[in-house]
């Protein structure tokens, strides 16, 4: 296990040049689906949010969304051989069935943000069980698409060394 920051990429690092960010399934929809636990704004929209980010820091970022778990574990392993410094991941509800994810994680060693649209804590008790938090630098939960920015500015900092 490397909780807590303790990744191949994370601590005393050259600036990312890197950062991947990943979403899991059913947040295609955000924007029509359920507003009041996600929110009216559109993947599309917060995509453009974070790639402006990250243009302005001068670093590459790439987004992925796929319903299917056996295509984000491709791209996260795709990660690793992509030499990505930071990922950025809203496993939806994947965060509480997924193993094979959690595996993906752990092997490629990239520091990782866990990210939830939603207060996981304020919704059914079978949401607050993650099979990734122990494993990433920090969880970010209920701030809407304000944490993936949130999460971004970490990322950038993080991986500056500071």
């Known amino acids: 296990m490397y909780g807590g920051g303790q990744s191949r990429k994370h601590g005393n690092m050259p600036k990312a040049k890197n950062i991947l960010v990943l979403h899991g399934p059913n947040l295609n929809l955000l924007g029509q689906r359920e507003p009041l636990h996600y929110g009216s704004e559109t993947l599309q929209s917060i995509n453009q949010k974070l790639q402006d980010g990250a243009s302005q820091a001068g670093v590459s970022l790439a987004v992925f969304q796929s319903n299917e778990e056996g295509e984000l574990v491709n791209r996260i392993q795709q990660a690793g051989r992509e030499q990505v410094d930071f ?65 971004l500015e970490y990322a950038l900092q993080a991986s500056a060394g500071s």
């Open 87 to 151: 990922i950025i991941i809203n496993p939806a509800a994947f965060t509480h069935t997924s193993v094979a994810i959690r595996d993906a994680l752990a092997a490629v060693r990239i520091a990782f943000i866990e990210m939830h649209l939603s207060n996981v804590f304020r919704r059914e008790e079978f949401r607050r069980h993650s099979y990734f938090s122990d494993l990433a630098v920090g969880v970010i939960s209920g701030l809407g698409g304000k944490g993936y920015e949130l999460a």
